[in-house]
C-alpha cells in the first residue's frame, strides 16, 4: 500500500480538488481528509453517514462552587484571562487547558477533565473508503486527531487490500502537516504561479528535504503567469522534485465542485487532463 500525500503553502490552491480527482483514479482506494482545522473533501466525495467518534485531545478546568474557598488564586496565576469573580468561575473557551489554577488550589476545587476537541469516522465513499475529522471551534491539538485519523485509515487501507492511500493534508507546515507525514512514499505539493507561492513552495521543500521524503511539484493555473510557472518548476527541479506537469486554468472546474463531483467525474476538459496525465506520472514514478 502506498501512500500519497497532498500539500499546499496556502488553501485555496486546489490541493482538495486534486485529492479528489487522485481517489477517483486510484480507486478503488482509501482517502484521508487531514485538514481537520478546514475539512471539506466530503463534500464531493459524499462518504456514507457513519457513527461520528469522540476525540480528546486536551483538558478543560471549572471550578467546583461547593469546594471554592474564593480565595482567588486561580485568578492570579490564569495567564490567559481564564477566570472571573463574584463568583469564582473559568471560561471553557477561553481556558487553554494548561493546568496551572488546579496546581495552585490548595482547596482542590478545581476539577480537570477531557473536553471533546474533534469527531471522526470511517466509512464507505463511491471510490472506496473515507476517511475523515473535524476540529472542534477553537479547539487544539489538530495535530494529535491527524495522527489518529491516519492511523484509522491505514488500517482501513490495510484490511482492504487498497493500493493507494490518497491523504488530503493540511496547508502550511505545521502541527498537522507534520503528523500526516509519517510513511508516506510521496507528497505532491500543489502550487500556484505566484511570487507568494513559489515561497510557500520553498517551505514545504525545505521540510521535506528534512525528512527525506520525496516530493513532486503540480503548479494549478499555470497559464495566468508563466513566467512564475517557470521559475517554480526551475527551483523544483534544482531541489530534485519530480514535475508532474501544469494544470491550466479551467472554468469547467467550477461547475464540477459545484455539482459535488470530483474533477473529470463528469468527463474530460483542459484541467481534468491535466490532472489524469499527472496521476499516470506519479503512479509510474511509484512503481520504480
Known sequence: ??????????????????????????????????DVDAAD????????????????GGKKA???????????????????DAVS????KISETACEGCGVCVWNCTAGAINF???????????PCRYGTFAGARLEPAAENSGKLVALLKNEAVKAAEAAGAEFLILD?????????????GG???????????VSGRHDFLRLAELLRQQKIKGFLLVNKWDLNTEETEALEA???GLGFGLLGRVPFDALVVKTLLARKTLGEDGPGPAANAVEKAWKILRSELET
Open 1 to 34: 500500500m502506498k501512500q500519497v500525500l497532498i500539500l499546499s503553502g496556502k488553501g485555496g490552491t486546489g490541493k482538495t480538488t486534486l485529492a479528489g480527482a487522485f481517489a477517483r483514479l486510484a480507486a478503488p482506494c482509501v482517502v484521508a481528509d487531514c
Open 41 to 56: 473533501l466530503h463534500i464531493i466525495l459524499s462518504p456514507e453517514p457513519a457513527e461520528r467518534k469522540e476525540f480528546c
Open 62 to 80: 471549572s471550578i467546583d462552587p461547593s469546594k471554592c474557598t474564593s480565595c482567588g488564586r486561580c485568578l492570579e496565576v490564569c495567564r490567559f
Open 85 to 88: 469573580a463574584d463568583p469564582f
Open 113 to 123: 477533565k477531557e473536553a471533546l476537541s474533534g469527531t471522526w469516522s470511517v466509512s
Open 169 to 181: 493534508g493540511s496547508p502550511g507546515i505545521g502541527c498537522p502537516v507534520l503528523a500526516s507525514l
Open 184 to 194: 508516506v512514499e510521496a507528497v505532491v505539493m500543489v502550487a500556484e504561479p505566484t
Open 235 to 237: 527551483a523544483a527541479g
